[in-house]
């Protein structure tokens, strides 16, 4: 089946510094999706990327669907403390197909932010 | 309105118990997922309903039993489960409509534990 590889695995940053992590694929998704999860909660969406090339911010989170369509990066500049959490990102095939409705998942960045 | 709510929070269980776990939404949401998940690892599917039909069964063992009985409302019903089963259960649902832009928003989770 699909695999998406993200990495890295974990981080250990100071506060203030930038982060930058990605995920590669040896597939097509046409949808790229990143999300943060707290430790006992459910992941929450960051950002959403919809067509090859696309760049998209959330405030600090910047966000890139590849050209090619098998990769995508999420970078978060001046890091705080209440980053700290496991990022995923995942991939959804498209609106047609059995596939649909199925994300594939990375398997997670571990961050840690020192204060 | 724009949360996935799941009851309860934690729950503990012998492998003799029957449980359900419930998820609501009222985003008008058709899509609606039920999802696994280990410490630190990803998110696995375990079922899709569309239009409160079952679309996708991950090959999930018939000790887990869902039931859509409404749009808002996704339950998943437990009985003689095991040791191993102890998990993060995660709800999402999603807009639903065959298209490229139906990112899924998860609820925070139901910690189970079974002893």
């Known amino acids: 089946g699909q695999q998406l590889n993200q990495s890295p695995q974990s981080m250990f940053i100071q506060e203030g510094e930038d982060v930058s992590m990605n995920c590669t694929s040896s597939s097509i998704f046409n949808t790229w999706l990143w999300y943060k999860q707290d430790p006992g909660e459910g992941p929450v969406l960051l950002i959403a990327?919809?067509?090859?090339?696309e760049l998209t911010s959330n405030g600090r989170l910047t966000a890139q669907f590849g050209i090619t369509r098998k990769d995508s990066f999420l970078n978060i500049s001046a890091s705080i403390p209440s980053d700290v959490g496991i990022y995923f990102c995942?991939?959804?095939?498209?609106?047609?197909?059995?596939?649909?409705?199925?994300?594939?998942f990375g398997q997670g960045t571990i961050l840690t932010v020192h204060p | 309105d724009t949360e996935v709510t799941q009851t309860p929070k934690h729950l503990v269980m012998g492998m003799t118990n029957k449980k359900s776990l419930k998820c609501e939404q009222h985003?008008?949401?058709?899509?609606m997922y039920w999802y696994k998940q280990k410490a630190k690892k990803p998110p696995e599917l375990m079922f899709v309903?569309?239009?409160?039909?079952?679309?996708i069964n991950e090959s999930v063992p018939s000790r887990f039993s869902p039931e859509c009985p409404n749009s808002s409302l996704l339950n998943l019903h437990l009985h003689a489960l095991q040791p191993e089963d102890s998990a993060l259960y995660l709800c999402?649902?999603?807009?639903?409509?065959?298209?490229?832009?139906?990112?899924?928003?998860f609820g925070p989770g139901t910690r189970l534990t079974v002893l």
């Open positions: 995942a991939g959804q095939l498209g609106a047609g197909g059995t596939s649909y409705g199925k994300l594939t």
């Open positions: 309903y569309s239009y409160e039909k079952l679309s």
């Open positions: 990327l919809y067509k090859a090339g």
């Open positions: 985003m008008g949401h058709r899509a």
């Open positions: 999402a649902s999603s807009q639903g409509r065959r298209r490229d832009n139906d990112e899924q928003f």
